[in-house]
């Protein structure tokens, strides 16, 4: 089947607010790097060849990753010097792609998860004999990404990345992140320079009478690009409410990952991960958040919709709520944290130092 390019540099691998030390594409969710999901999916859809376009060091990844047989698929990375950008990005990494000029190529963002049929999109590229065929979503706040409005047929009128104006919103549909290029259209790609494939390719390729194909199927999406939705990512794949082969256990309420010690009355629930070697302790509360390995949840502690980080410490009746705790964090007991909350990696909060309050 198709040969695919996996974008993970730039703005989108970054965690942003997270005060975690790991790059994005490698914080585990549901117990393995992110990126492991997205290599899985797109083998279990028949995908066989993955270029990693990426602007870390391959290091970041190889230790993990290797030569990707562990997934079934020949994996390859790309290291850019400088970030190419989006389109640059493809178009530097297709020089390792083997098929031929009307190849499909698939290109998948580095930070969404998707339930999205990978076959399907394909068949549907090659059924629309398109140039390119965009996946597409409905949300209901477009304005972070990019619109793409479509006729009935499925044919992209324009292409809008990040709307300035109201007028600019035409549609609730916008660009998810998952692509099939014709090879030859990405050789057309400017190189050796920063290409935007959302500002620049694409918009050129609609103004030339390039065949460009909107496929909006209705499943799970979710956008990486705040803590909160990775840590909800998570969740979902541990539940199984999206699937993926490399969840490490069965579907269900919690992932408790090996040399994990959770106390006998601890509570675990909305799809919890509790990470290699970490501590949850008596009485304890833990609903749909990521645990990390190492890290100790302290006694009667309750953690909602939170990410812990490696080796990080919660204390006794504290609260965190939608919080990012960094690696190596210490917080102490009876503190109070909730709504994006971010303690910084190492920091060291005492106990009884923090409450929340939104003085509603
Ligand atoms: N290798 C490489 N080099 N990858 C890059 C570079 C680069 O210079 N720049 C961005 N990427 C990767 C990011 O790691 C991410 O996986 C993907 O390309 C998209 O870049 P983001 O920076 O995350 O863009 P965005 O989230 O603002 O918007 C994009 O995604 C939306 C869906 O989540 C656009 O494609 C929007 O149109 C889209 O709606
Ligand atoms: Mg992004």
């Not at 324009?158 to 916008?174: G, L, S």
């Not at 006998?264 to 833990?286: F, M, N, P, Q």
């Amino acid at each position: 089947m198709a040969e695919a390019i996996l974008l993970v540099g730039g703005q989108g691998t970054r965690l942003r607010p997270v005060t975690v030390n790991t790059p994005k594409p490698m914080v585990p969710a549901a117990g393995v790097p992110f990126l492991a999901h997205q290599i899985a999916r797109a083998a279990a859809a028949g995908v066989t060849h993955i270029v990693m376009a990426t602007c870390y060091l391959a290091e970041v990844f190889e230790p993990y990753f290797g030569d990707g047989s562990a997934f079934g698929v020949t994996l390859e990375y790309v290291v850019e010097e400088e970030p190419l950008g989006t389109g640059g990005a493809i178009r530097n990494a297709a020089q390792r792609l083997t098929g031929g000029p009307d190849a499909p190529v698939l290109v998948f963002n580095g930070d969404i998860l998707t339930g999205l049929d990978i076959a399907g999109l394909v068949e549907s590229h090659q059924a629309a004999e398109a140039d390119v065929s965009l996946h597409l979503v409905r949300v209901e706040d477009p304005r972070a990404f990019g619109l793409v409005p479509t006729d009935a047929q499925g044919r992209v009128l324009a292409f809008i990345e990040k709307p300035q104006t109201p007028e600019d919103i035409v549609t609730d549909q916008i660009n998810a992140g998952c692509y099939v290029f014709r090879r030859r259209v990405i050789d057309a790609i400017p190189a050796g320079r920063a290409v935007s494939v959302e500002r620049e390719t694409f918009p050129g390729l609609l103004a030339s009478g390039a065949t460009l194909h909107g496929v909006t199927e209705d499943t799970y999406w979710l956008d990486l690009g705040k803590p909160e939705s990775f840590v909800q990512a998570s969740a979902d794949l541990v539940r199984g409410i999206v699937s993926s082969p490399a969840v490490p256990g069965p579907r269900g309420e919690a992932l408790v990952l090996p040399g994990a010690e959770v106390a006998e009355d601890a509570k675990l629930s909305g799809g919890t991960v509790v990470g290699v070697g970490a501590r949850i302790k008596a009485g304890a509360i833990v609903q749909g958040s990521i645990v990390l390995e190492g890290a100790t949840i302290g006694a009667d502690t309750i953690v909602n919709a939170s990410l812990i980080g490696a080796r990080a410490s919660v204390g006794t009746r504290t609260v965190l709520d939608g919080a990012v705790i960094g690696d190596g964090a210490v917080v102490g007991a009876d503190n109070e944290l909730r709504a994006g909350a971010r303690v910084w990696c190492e920091a060291e909060l005492p106990s009884g130092s923090v409450r929340f309050s939104s003085d509603q």
